[in-house]
């Protein structure tokens, strides 16, 4: 079993930055997919960005240049670095690690308003 806690939600201004995080912890796999997910209400989940073992990284074309993932391999968590932040950005954003099961963390909020 593995456990997936995000942390770093709130409410940012829109052109602002906040950084996301998400730690793994349990029965971990040296093979894995690290990603970042959203969701609005009423919306299907979005990817957003994915990160391998390998280290190859991927984000969706609607936040390249915007959004950076990256991990820290010691503390077994990513982050998600936002910059320029649009109100549409609003939504609830989900970590998942994959390595043959999928585990996702309960998600954490993040509201780009002024």
């Known amino acids: 079993q593995v456990q997936v806690v995000e942390s770093g939600g709130g409410l940012v201004q829109p052109v602002g930055s906040l950084t996301l995080s998400c730690t793994a912890s349990g029965r971990l796999s040296s093979i894995y997919t690290r990603a970042w997910h959203r969701q609005v209400p009423g919306k299907r989940r979005e990817w957003v960005a994915s990160?391998?073992?390998?280290?190859?990284?991927n984000v969706v074309d609607s936040v390249k240049g915007r959004f950076t993932i990256s991990r820290d391999n010691a503390r077994n968590t990513i982050h998600l670095q936002m910059n320029s932040l649009k109100p549409e950005g609003t939504a609830v954003y989900y970590c998942?690690?994959?390595?043959?099961?999928?585990?996702w963390g309960r998600g954490a909020q993040i509201t780009v308003s002024s």
């Open positions: 998942s690690y994959y390595s043959g099961v999928d585990y």
């Open positions: 990160i391998t073992t390998g280290g190859s990284r």
